[in-house]
């Protein structure tokens, strides 16, 4: 076997540690996921089991395939294309931000390919343990909701080739349903997290931004798509919060002082251009962007001209 990347969250609880690599076999790329320790066990379980519910309940969706599977780890086939967040990435560098707002529009588009059923999240038990320990935010109406809480509905888990998506992360299929609301929302906040320095640096009159948490902003045009009210933001990140709480040893309190009251219309550039570099770091790095990389290739292959003809 040989390994080209390999990466484990420590910051998990031990029953959720999973070491992700991604190795070379046979002049094939494959995907493992393996429990870092004995008491992961049952989380791989839960991810095989994870496979069957969705392909059982939606035979039409594309995911990633199990190649081979036992206790202790999963192989799953690799797929060589491009997240969304990367598309949108891309497109936010070329200034396309029409084309931005289209793979947005996609996402909520892949979203609306479950059925939704009228139900209330707070019947289940397990999603109160996991969500809403305190029921802080019980409320017994009922909502839109995916029968089956399919949590990975994220950019960075569709890969998109050809007109189709892919989903290449399932970990956390509920067997209770989960408001689609709250999938949208998280979904957009993870993708606008992730691409915060780029937003702050583009914000302008032609690509106005809402700053919804304090420092937190979302392009005007993305929330045009689908609005999200500030009570409904103040739910989903204590929903979230207490997921996150659920699964990693570090405790955090939900902050909902950091949540406006009301989101605030900004048209200004809220950083410059030459900060990206300091904003980010790691796999995320802004310096791994493939514009980057293509610009500083192009001054290499001229620098190699130069060279050559000395």
Request: aromatic content about 16%; charged content about 30%.
């Given at each position: 076997m040989n390994i080209a990347f390999a990466t484990s969250n420590m910051l998990r609880k031990k029953s959720y540690r999973v070491i992700t690599t991604i190795y070379k076999k046979r002049k094939k790329l494959y995907v493992r996921k393996l429990a870092e320790n004995s008491s992961a066990i049952p989380h791989i379980k839960q991810l095989i089991?994870?496979?069957?519910?969705?392909?059982?309940?939606?035979?039409?969706?594309?995911?990633?395939?199990?190649i081979q599977k036992n206790r202790k780890f999963i192989d799953y086939e690799y797929l060589p294309y491009p997240t969304l967040t990367q598309i949108v990435e891309k497109k936010l560098f070329e200034r396309k931000f029409d084309?931005?707002?289209?793979?947005?529009?996609?996402?909520?588009?892949?979203?609306?390919?479950?059925p939704t059923i009228g139900s209330n999240?707070?019947?289940?038990?397990?999603?109160?343990?996991?969500?809403?320990?305190?029921?802080?935010?019980?409320?017994?109406?009922?909502?839109s909701c995916l029968e089956i809480g399919i949590l990975d509905n994220r950019f960075d888990n569709l890969l998109f080739d050809k007109g189709e998506l892919f989903l290449i992360d399932y970990e956390w299929v509920f067997n209770f349903a989960l408001s689609k609301d709250y999938l949208k929302f998280r979904?957009?906040?993870?993708?606008?997290?992730?691409?915060?320095?780029?937003?702050?640096?583009?914000?302008?009159?032609?690509?106005?931004?809402?700053?919804?948490?304090?420092d937190f902003y979302i392009p005007k045009s993305w929330l045009d798509i689908y609005d999200f009210s500030q009570k409904q933001i103040s739910l989903f990140l204590y929903y979230e919060k207490n997921f996150q709480n659920h699964v990693n040893l570090i405790q955090e309190s939900f902050q909902k002082?950091?949540?406006?009251?009301?989101?605030?219309?900004?048209?200004?550039?809220?950083?410059?251009?030459?900060?990206?570099?300091d904003q980010k770091s790691g796999n995320n790095s802004i310096l791994k962007n493939n514009f980057l990389t293509e610009k500083v290739s192009a001054l290499q292959n001229q620098l190699n001209q130069l060279l050559k003809t000395k």
């Amino acid at each position: 076997m040989n390994i080209a990347f390999a990466t484990s969250n420590m910051l998990r609880k031990k029953s959720y540690r999973v070491i992700t690599t991604i190795y070379k076999k046979r002049k094939k790329l494959y995907v493992r996921k393996l429990a870092e320790n004995s008491s992961a066990i049952p989380h791989i379980k839960q991810l095989i089991q994870g496979e069957e519910i969705l392909l059982k309940k939606y035979p039409g969706i594309n995911m990633t395939k199990i190649i081979q599977k036992n206790r202790k780890f999963i192989d799953y086939e690799y797929l060589p294309y491009p997240t969304l967040t990367q598309i949108v990435e891309k497109k936010l560098f070329e200034r396309k931000f029409d084309s931005a707002k289209e793979i947005i529009e996609r996402f909520y588009e892949f979203l609306d390919f479950f059925p939704t059923i009228g139900s209330n999240e707070y019947k289940s038990s397990e999603f109160c343990k996991i969500f809403d320990p305190k029921k802080e935010y019980f409320n017994s109406a009922e909502k839109s909701c995916l029968e089956i809480g399919i949590l990975d509905n994220r950019f960075d888990n569709l890969l998109f080739d050809k007109g189709e998506l892919f989903l290449i992360d399932y970990e956390w299929v509920f067997n209770f349903a989960l408001s689609k609301d709250y999938l949208k929302f998280r979904g957009l906040y993870y993708l606008c997290y992730y691409l915060q320095p780029i937003i702050k640096t583009l914000c302008s009159e032609e690509f106005p931004c809402f700053e919804v948490l304090f420092d937190f902003y979302i392009p005007k045009s993305w929330l045009d798509i689908y609005d999200f009210s500030q009570k409904q933001i103040s739910l989903f990140l204590y929903y979230e919060k207490n997921f996150q709480n659920h699964v990693n040893l570090i405790q955090e309190s939900f902050q909902k002082q950091l949540i406006l009251e009301e989101k605030k219309l900004v048209n200004y550039k809220l950083i410059e251009a030459e900060t990206l570099f300091d904003q980010k770091s790691g796999n995320n790095s802004i310096l791994k962007n493939n514009f980057l990389t293509e610009k500083v290739s192009a001054l290499q292959n001229q620098l190699n001209q130069l060279l050559k003809t000395k």
